[in-house]
């Protein structure tokens, strides 16, 4: 059956020729990803238990996650955790099958404790956190499930993707890469909490740092001062790597100084203290907050990686965009692809697939650049089951 893929001209001036941009990453210990993270990470561990007892995944989605701040009393030295932060397992799972209980609610908090003990290094899971699972049950009798195969999608809903990256968007993303991984041999008094925001205006961007310090590694004021210069001199720098345009770098502009006010933690965390955080109130799948570009609001981690299109559709409309422009990088400037799902229908079969696409200078016919541009697309959807594979073995990101 034919597939209902529509291209057509990606009628826009293009981003980098645009006057402003604004551009934001939350970075991997900010609230509302820990909450991306935790809830991916516990499905995943849903889809290996369910894979390894029954050779397929059973319906989850743990896209629910909720964080509830705590309370400490950071200061030059190191402080304390007064009120552990709470963490909260949400979704539905399938909890039992041909009358077996599975053991789903300790494969989930285990793996949140294996998560947040790779991902927030000053972080004491057994004093600085609570951790309950209320993911809800759900029974299922194999001897019924799946006898057709076929992939039907379990909600009404798109996903969105575009390609490629703009240099804002990229300077952004890779900032706080650089300050979450390599920086952190050098500069251990920087905490996993950091926010990144980018302005464009014309050729000048700038970015605006957030960056939780570990109090633990700061024995005082002037070495604090010191570690936020060295932060904003090695961000600049690194960011040079991703453009030419004048780059400009503030690192934690609420700090004041004469009042006595530093962005100090405990854990090197905000949800020590009062920020609380939830899935999909973050990054969207292609790790940026992107108000200048399309967007799907729907939270893409924890959602269940085999019939749920709110996270499959996010995830294959970016690789959708990022082959069209890599396979066509001297015909194609900018791809915009949105994918609608119809519930109860085969996730192969989309209801639209709408991708707008900006063609530079091309001697080639328009239908002839089109129909390779439906074929990548139909390719993708014919092997729609590589996201699944994907998201499963973690190679792709959701946030």
């Known amino acids: 059956m034919a597939r209902n893929i529509v291209v057509e001209p990606l009628c826009c001036t293009p981003i980098e020729e645009q006057d402003v941009e604004i551009v934001e990453r939350k970075g991997i210990g900010h609230p509302d990803s820990i909450a991306d993270g935790l809830a991916e990470s516990v499905s995943r561990a849903l889809c290996k238990m369910y894979t390894d007892r029954y050779d397929r995944i059973l319906h989850h989605n743990t896209d629910e996650c909720q964080i509830v701040g705590g309370q400490s009393a950071p200061k030059f030295g190191g402080g304390v955790v007064l009120e552990p932060a709470q963490i909260i397992l949400v979704g539905r799972a399938t909890t ?207 959602k269940n990686p085999v019939t749920h299109v709110g996270k499959m559709y996010n995830i294959l409309a970016n690789k959708i965009a990022e082959d069209i422009v890599a396979e066509m990088k001297d015909e194609v400037e900018e791809v915009h692809v949105r994918i609608l799902s119809q519930i109860g229908k085969p996730i192969d079969q989309p209801q639209t697939a709408s991708i707008q696409v900006l063609v530079g200078e091309c001697d080639r016919k328009p239908a002839t650049v089109n129909s390779d541009i439906k074929a990548i697309a139909d390719g993708w959807l014919e092997n729609i089951a590589k996201i699944t594979d994907l998201v499963v073995k973690g190679k792709v990101s959701t946030f």
């Open 96 to 302: 039992e099958v041909d009358k077996e209980r599975l053991p789903y609610r300790s494969v989930a908090i285990k793996a949140a404790r294996n998560y947040l003990k790779k991902h927030c290094a000053h972080l004491d899971i057994d004093s600085d956190i609570t951790l309950d699972c209320k993911i809800g049950k759900g029974s299922v009798d194999l001897r019924g499930l799946y006898e057709v195969q076929k992939l039907l999608a379990n909600d009404t809903s798109f996903g969105v993707g575009f390609a490629p990256l703009s240099e804002t968007e990229r300077v952004t993303l890779e900032t706080e890469h650089y300050i979450n991984g390599r920086l952190k041999k050098s500069m251990p008094e920087v905490g996993e909490d950091v926010k990144v925001m980018a302005s464009r205006v014309k050729n000048r961007i700038n970015l605006t740092i957030a960056a939780a310090m570990v109090d633990s590694e700061i024995p005082d004021k002037d070495h604090y001062k010191n570690v936020i210069k060295e932060l904003g001199d090695k961000a600049h720098d690194h960011a040079l790597h991703f453009t030419k345009r004048d780059v400009k770098v503030d690192v934690n502009t609420a700090d004041d100084y004469s009042k006595n006010i530093y962005y100090l933690t405990v854990t090197g965390l905000s949800m020590e203290n009062g920020d609380d955080g939830s899935v999909g109130r973050g990054n969207r799948a292609n790790g940026l907050i992107t108000p200048y570009r399309p967007m799907s609001m729907e939270a893409t981690a924890g």
